[in-house]
């Protein structure tokens, strides 16, 4: 009886401490994340460079354990690779389609892990990684940035068509302004053309007219 009477209190004090186990545990996981931002999408333009931004912020000192890596995976999908690789001096790729291509551009020790892709092309476009980790801080969240490579000069689909939308009912209004433009000018002149004067302004007319002409042939002054 005596040892059945142990087991159980010892089962329950166990049951007691598990719940403060996880949340000790849970407790030091969170003091020992990292918390990381980046920008979830980029515009870029063919063959111009384009900054990848990343940050972070550690609770631990920077060191040179601190390691920085960047991965990717095309829009149309497939398995992600590493594209760039940072442990106290950068590591670019050397294979793959960012071969050369891409650019340390952060400093680590202002919590900045941002690269720079030269001539970004049309098959860039993809889902970026940025996974920062600095001994012991190792627990983090992994944001994401979506590279979205267009050609300069060139309008989106949604724009195209709104002009297509827009443009001929902006070009009636403005050939229906016109129309009545010309149909308004066109009725003044007619009022002009039919107005008619009476008696009395006929000859107060006729009257000015003789006197310009003998100021012109006598100079002699109208009263």
């Not at 040892?3 to 049951?15: K, M, N, Q, S, T």
């Not at 950068?90 to 891409?102: E, L, Q, S, V």
């Not at 433009?181 to 007319?205: L, M, N, P, T, W």
């Amino acid at each position: 009886m005596r040892r059945r009477g142990a087991a159980g209190a010892g089962g329950r004090l166990l049951l007691l401490l598990l719940p403060r186990g996880a949340l000790l545990l849970l407790g030091v996981c969170n003091a020992l994340s990292l918390e990381i931002k980046a920008s979830p999408k980029v515009r870029a333009f063919v063959g111009e460079q384009v900054l990848l931004k990343c940050s972070f912020k550690s609770s631990s000192p920077i060191t040179e354990n601190l390691l920085v890596d960047w991965t990717y995976r095309p829009l149309t999908g497939g398995p992600m690779e590493r594209v760039f690789h940072y442990q106290s001096i950068p590591y670019p790729t050397a294979a793959g389609r960012f071969k050369d291509r891409i650019s340390w551009a952060g400093n680590v020790a202002n919590g900045d892990a941002s690269i720079a892709v030269q001539s970004p092309e049309l098959s860039d476009n993809g889902t970026f990684i940025c996974s920062v980790k600095n001994p012991p801080d190792v627990y983090h969240n992994l944001p994401q940035t979506v590279l979205l490579v267009t050609e300069r000069g060139k309008l989106s689909s949604a724009a195209l068509l709104s002009i297509l939308v827009f443009a001929p009912s902006i070009l009636v209004v403005v050939l229906l302004l016109v129309r009545m433009g010309r149909k308004f000018r066109a009725v003044k002149e007619k009022g002009k053309c039919g107005y008619k004067k009476s008696s009395i302004e006929v000859s107060d007319d006729r009257m000015c007219c003789m006197c310009e002409l003998c100021v012109l042939h006598f100079g002699v002054k109208s009263p």
